[in-house]
DNA sequence: GTATAATGGTCAG
DNA sequence: TGACCCTTATACG
């Protein structure tokens, strides 16, 4: 998925694009007619992200839920006021960051609304300038308020929010298990939004062993965790990507700002440039090359039942 | 064409 | 711990 980061970006497009807007909501696979249904017709109010939830407040007090799972994204098209991504959600490939629209297009063509759906479509929304596609969702319900309120409960601090006393609240979920730090870093009731990329990215940015259960995790260590983990989940709000090595880990034929612009990419925000595919991550997915630091090879293991990357050497526990 | 992977989560046992 | 759900792109016959 779409960690954490992705979800905070949809909420801010759904704000951006719809709310204020009536809305034709509607469910061209079919699965979810009956709740698409007490949607229709009613004006979105605001978006919000928790964690890796996506919920959607209409004027009817109902809230469209949405998970989007390991493979679920979003699709999005519209008329030249109708800005941001075309795309957000579930990468093919590795590294991969969100599609944007073309921008090429026949500049004065008038807005002749939402395409044919293309796909499993399981909910469609339209206002009269644009429209967006949920496809593979592992969560797209409508519920109340209340029910709205019950999903947040079960929720850990969400890193995007970082609300005073967040990373106390981290630290002690994170000493009362024995389980390793690197399994309960992907349980959501412990902290909201991170994913397998995350997790392994930030294990090795504090140099912790994966394996070290969640009860010797010093609390100094663990605050630095939490700090850590903030930063990088903003790096990838403003990125639209998960990019966890500095600059001085990228090698020339990363996007540079002047490229992005003119290909309509977001402009890099931390830099002049943005790293490849190959440069953006210390760990993850490179199990058999070389650690970016000491140069021991990188390895790969099960950890219930998700791929761990980790470097043997550098984090010891 | 058919298989497989992918940044998740839930439920049964 | 394992089975299962959701969908699509890519790799491989």
Redesign the pocket.
């Known amino acids: ?3 954490g ?2 979800v905070r970006r949809l909420a801010r497009q759904f704000g951006d694009v719809f709310a204020g807007r009536r809305l034709a909501v509607s469910s061209p ?1 079919g ?1 979810f007619s009956g709740g698409a249904a007490l949607l229709d017709g009613h004006t979105l109010l605001t978006a919000e992200a928790h ?3 996506l919920f959607l407040h209409f004027d009817n007090s109902l809230v469209l839920h949405v ?7 979003w699709s999005f098209g519209g008329d030249r006021t109708f800005t941001g991504a075309s795309s957000i959600g ?8 969100e599609a944007f629209a073309d921008g090429d297009d026949d500049a004065d063509a008038a807005y002749a609304g939402p395409p044919a759906p ?5 909910v469609r929304l339209a206002s009269s300038h644009g429209w967006a596609d949920l ?5 797209c319900e409508t519920i109340t308020a209340a029910e709205a309120e019950a ?1 947040l409960a ?1 929720l850990g601090p969400d890193p995007l929010r970082n609300r005073r006393g967040d990373a106390g609240r981290f630290a002690a979920n994170l000493q009362r298990r024995k389980t390793p730090v690197a ?1 309960l870093l ?3 009731k412990i902290i ?8 392994a990215e930030v294990l090795f940015r504090l140099r912790l062993h994966p394996w070290l259960p969640g009860s010797a995790v010093p609390d100094t260590a663990a605050r630095k965790l939490w700090r850590d983990v903030v930063a990088l989940m903003n790096d990838g709000v403003a990125d639209g ?2 990019i966890t090595t500095p600059p001085k880990y990228w090698t020339l034929d990363g996007t540079t700002a002047a490229k992005a612009a003119a290909v309509g990419l977001p402009v890099p925000a931390r830099s002049s440039s943005f790293p490849s595919r190959e440069d953006a991550h210390f760990v ?2 490179r199990h058999g090359l070389p650690c970016r630091v000491c140069r021991t090879v990188v390895l790969m293991a ?6 761990l990357y980790w470097c043997p050497q550098c984090q010891q526990e």
């Open positions: 998925m779409p960690e980061h992705s696979q699965r964690g890796k939830h998970h989007l799972g390991l493979y679920g994204a579930a990468p093919r490939r590795v590294g991969e960051q293309v796909g499993a479509v399981r496809r593979g969702a592992t969560t999903v079960r399994a992907m349980d959501q909201a939004g991170i994913g397998n990329v995350y997790r990507r998960i993850y997915k099960d950890l219930a039942g998700r791929n």
